[in-house]
């Protein structure tokens, strides 16, 4: 069973920044494509960043420019930088990773990020 660990959410003031990590454990990191996801209180799971193995990755229109994706398959590990953080930003983010061919999708346990006005 595959397991995903978020680590680096926190309370930030508006513009700071913060950097997430999600380890995963396993053999099946470097086949995946990934993804990183935030949920707000009373709002729906959207995407933020998206990413494939292919190396393409796709940001929400809302924090392009702002976010960062970026994969190490050595450490089994993604990451998110964020930069000049928004109130509107805190959300609990969480981390994906799949392959629609092979048939697995595993998702993180979560980690809130709150920023403050």
């Known amino acids: 069973q595959v397991q995903l660990v978020e680590s680096g959410g926190g309370l930030v003031q508006a513009g700071g920044s913060l950097r997430l990590s999600c380890a995963a454990s396993?053999?099946?990191?470097?086949?995946?494509?990934m993804g990183w996801y935030r949920q707000a209180p009373a709002k729906q799971r959207e995407l933020v960043a998206a990413?494939?193995?292919?190396?393409?990755?796709n940001y929400a229109g809302s924090v392009k420019g702002r976010f960062t994706f970026s994969r190490d398959n050595a450490k089994n590990t993604m990451y998110l930088q964020m930069n000049s953080l928004k109130p509107e930003d805190t959300a609990v983010y969480y981390c994906?990773?799949?392959?629609?061919?092979?048939?697995?999708?595993?998702w993180g346990r979560g980690t809130q990020v709150t920023v403050s006005a």
């Open positions: 990413n494939t193995r292919g190396g393409s990755t």
């Open positions: 396993g053999n099946i990191f470097d086949a995946s494509d």
């Open positions: 994906n990773i799949r392959n629609t061919v092979w048939g697995w999708d595993y």
